[in-house]
Antibody, heavy 115, light 107 residues
Framework: VQLVESGGGLVQPGKSLKLSCSAS????????MHWIRQAPGKGLDWVAY???????VYADAVKGRFTISRDNAKNTLYLQLNSLKSEDTAIYYC??????????WGQGVMVTVSS | DIQMTQSPSVLSASVGDRVTLNCKAS??????LNWYQQKLGEAPKLLIYNTNNLQTGIPSRFSGSGSGTDYTLTISSLQPEDVATYFC?????????FGSGTKLEIK
């Protein structure tokens, strides 16, 4: 199982960014997936979930600004981040989920929101 | 939202000690509680799922217990490689929430 995030970087407040998570080593279409973030030196903060059938759930802090999606043909998970705020600065991890078990995590990608 | 409170925030123990980390939920989470280990600069690693199930490949010195609102992670004999921050995580209800972590150090 391998999960590799990409697309992070430095972005100004109010701007947008799209993260990707490339999955390999398992049948991607059969698993739900999470995005989880960690602000520098802080704890873990669940962001969003997409089921294998593409149902979605969001944390209140990102609802209406972030969109989670998936492309099973490309074995890729996405997170569209709009209207970014300084408090969105964090390492963003994608993680695999099945039957209540969030097991494998990617190494994370850094998003910095600053002017 | 379910609040997850971990204690202590920092724990210092000696190699070979039995250590216990605590996690308290603000309401019943029906044993839907996972434990993760995060070493410095690394992604979290799943240790225990659904309260007491050891993830494949995790040493048997790690164990979990609990019910209702109170859960524990026990390391039966602390090893130097166990230095890390440990997070509990409830997946009983949305939004999913993590505890703030226990940083485990070696004396």
């Amino acid at each position: 199982v391998q999960l590799v995030e990409s697309g992070g970087g430095l972005v100004q407040p109010g701007k947008s960014l799209k993260l990707s998570c490339s999955a390999s080593g398992f049948t991607f279409s059969s698993y739900g997936m999470h995005w989880i973030r960690q602000a520098p030196g802080k704890g873990l903060d669940w962001v969003a979930y997409i089921s294998s059938s593409s149902g979605t759930v969001y944390a209140d802090a990102v609802k209406g600004r972030f969109t989670i999606s998936r492309d099973n043909a490309k074995n890729t998970l996405y997170l569209q981040l709009n209207s970014l705020k300084s408090e969105d600065t964090a390492i963003y991890y994608c993680a695999r989920h099945t039957m209540g078990i969030t097991d494998y995590w990617g190494q994370g990608v850094m998003v910095t929101v600053s002017s | 939202d379910i609040q997850m409170t971990q204690s202590p925030s920092v724990l210092s123990a000696s190699v070979g000690d039995r250590v216990t980390l605590n996690c308290k939920a603000s309401q019943n989470i029906n044993k839907y509680l996972n434990w993760y280990q995060q070493k410095l600069g690394e992604a979290p690693k799943l240790l225990i799922y659904n309260t007491n199930n050891l993830q494949t490949g995790i040493p048997s010195r790690f164990s979990g217990s609990g019910s209702g609102t109170d859960y524990t992670l026990t390391i039966s004999s602390l090893q130097p490689e166990d230095v890390a921050t440990y997070f509990c995580f409830q997946h009983n209800s949305w939004p999913l929430t993590f505890g703030s972590g226990t940083k485990l150090e070696i004396k």
